[in-house]
């Protein structure tokens, strides 16, 4: 159960955006995944939901292929990108073209709405939304189908304080229901709230797949400490590296 | 399992429900009549094929008694880049506004959201042309134009209006799920569209003009005019061939959907 990544390679043109990676994300716990520019982690997470095809080996949830899926949405929800809406759309319509794949029931448009706050702003075109709303908005799509799997990449981006507070809630909440809840994120000291375990990746390779605790508290550092010195070596893109990065 | 943190106050809240056809059919239409663009190019569309044979009907010195019913379609060589861009905007703004992401997550099995806007894009294509012919001959007959001569002319002529441009929208569809980018796209059709058939006619070698015949809108356009011995074509093998070019245009898109990433 939860989400299996076996073996996972995938190649664009010459390049390897991820290597041969293998890690489990189980249900009933937050996940974070962590990674520099370019690690592979929105790579990794295409793949798992089926919008890029791996090169070799396979990802399941809860033991199927993604594209396998008969009602994805009520199994994965998923947030790959905060601007996802077109511009001329209403976010209302937007939500209401993607319960219309599925049947959802209007309630449930009305539903995912007032539970990402976004009652004021349903009937506004998505071109005129903020990054935090566009968030919301993506969270709410996320939301749909009541699904067992979350699979968020940067929902914190751009969010206010109240927003970064309630989704902090919301993945624990949903995570203590049992539910399989994976995240990327770049903002460790708030990452490092809300996980339970950790997966590291550099360079489309596994580094670190470990829980919280033994990362950080165990070792006497911070989750931010933590990450510097795993992924030392993996860093392609640092401020005031002269000689640029691949050596 | 309680639900209470996705605000799923029943279990029914998403029930039964999973993907169909059906399904995605109703989701492109939704996508479709929530742009406003949409509309107004169907408007547009509309107008220029009405407007035009109202300004022949206008010009003419006699009131139109002169005119033939095929004149009266002439606004649809000119409305016909229309749909095309309907079918190609259909497809390519996925990827221009980024919804491709979200459409593929909810349908990923991918080739129904092509049927659903093959659907979509093909119905309201159609409906707009022929609701505009029957427009231009209903216009025509009441000024006198001698609709009613050739019945079977005219109904020809308004169902081909309908068929010809959803053919081309479609066609146009299919090309921009192969390109993707939308001027790509927009430039690729226009090529196959009307580029081609007049590059044709410079090239000074017989088999060459033989060969743009065949084209889609100089095989297609035949539907919209009377039976010409003169010509290979019979109105309806002329569509058959603008149809075989939809038909190679979805191929190519099923295709691509299929082995690309989104």
């Not at chain 1, 290597?19 to 790579?43: C, H, I, W």
């Not at chain 1, 624990?172 to 997966?199: I, K, N, P, Q, Y």
């Not at chain 2, 998403?14 to 509309?39: C, I, M, Q, Y």
């Not at chain 2, 007959?141 to 002319?153: N, R, S, W």
Request: hydrophobic fraction near 50%.
């Amino acid at each position: 159960m939860g989400i299996q990544v076996q073996s996972l390679s995938k190649r664009y043109g010459r390049t390897w955006a991820v290597r041969d990676l293998s890690f489990e994300v189980q249900p009933g716990r937050v996940t974070g995944f962590l990674g520099p520019n370019g690690a592979g982690k929105s790579t990794t997470m295409r793949s798992i939901v089926g919008l890029d095809r791996p090169t070799t080996g396979a990802a399941l949830i809860d033991g199927a292929p993604y594209a396998r899926l008969r009602a994805p949405l009520r199994e994965v929800g998923t947030l790959l990108d905060a601007r996802a809406a077109h511009r001329s759309r209403r976010a209302v319509d937007h939500l209401r073209t993607v319960a219309a794949t599925h049947g959802f029931p209007a309630k449930r448009v009305d539903e995912v709405i007032g539970l990402t706050g976004l009652e004021s702003a349903a009937r506004v075109k998505a071109g005129k939304f903020s990054l935090g709303m566009g968030q919301r908005l993506g969270i709410a799509v996320a939301l749909l189908g009541d699904p067992h799997t979350l699979i968020l990449d940067e929902p914190v981006n751009g969010l206010d304080p109240e927003g970064v507070t309630w989704i902090r809630g919301l993945l624990s909440a949903l995570a203590a229901e049992g539910r399989t809840v994976f995240l990327s994120s770049h903002l460790l000291s708030e990452l490092a709230l809300v996980v339970d375990h950790v997966v590291v990746i550099g360079r489309g390779r596994l580094i670190a797949d470990a829980p919280l605790m033994t990362l950080t508290s165990d070792a006497g550092r911070t989750l931010e400490e933590a990450y510097i010195a795993l992924t030392r070596d993996a860093v392609e893109y640092r401020a005031g590296d002269a000689d640029g990065a691949r050596s | 399992m309680s639900a209470a943190a996705t605000g799923a106050a029943t279990s029914t809240a998403t029930g039964a429900s999973s993907v169909s056809v059906a399904r995605v059919v109703r989701a492109e239409w939704t996508k479709f009549r929530t742009l406003p663009s949409n509309l107004i190019t169907v408007a547009i569309t509309f107008v220029t094929i009405v407007g035009l044979a109202g300004v022949l009907l206008a010009a003419s010195d006699d009131g139109g008694t002169a005119l033939a019913p095929v004149d009266l379609l002439a606004g649809v060589s000119w409305a016909q880049f229309l749909p095309a861009v309907l079918g190609i905007v259909a497809i390519c703004s996925e990827w221009a506004a980024g919804t491709s992401r979200v459409t593929f997550l909810a349908v990923p099995t991918r080739w129904p959201v092509l049927a659903g806007k093959v659907a979509v894009v093909g119905v309201v294509t159609f409906v707009a042309g022929a609701a505009a012919a029957a427009g231009a001959l209903a216009m025509g007959a009441a000024a006198g134009v001698d609709v009613g001569a050739d019945p079977a002319l005219a109904i020809r002529l308004v169902s081909g209006t309908g068929l010809y441009l959803g053919t081309i929208a479609v066609f146009a569809l299919g090309v921009g799920a192969i390109v993707r980018n939308l001027v790509g796209s927009i430039l690729t059709a226009v090529g196959f569209l009307w580029i081609a058939p007049f590059a044709a006619v410079m090239i000074p070698v017989p088999e060459v003009h033989e060969l743009a015949g065949y084209l889609p809108t100089s095989a297609g356009a035949l539907l919209l005019t009377p039976d010409n011995p003169a010509v290979e074509l019979t109105p309806w093998g002329g569509y058959a061939v603008l149809l075989a070019w939809a038909a190679a245009a979805l191929a190519g898109a099923l295709l691509t959907l299929r082995v690309r990433d989104v």
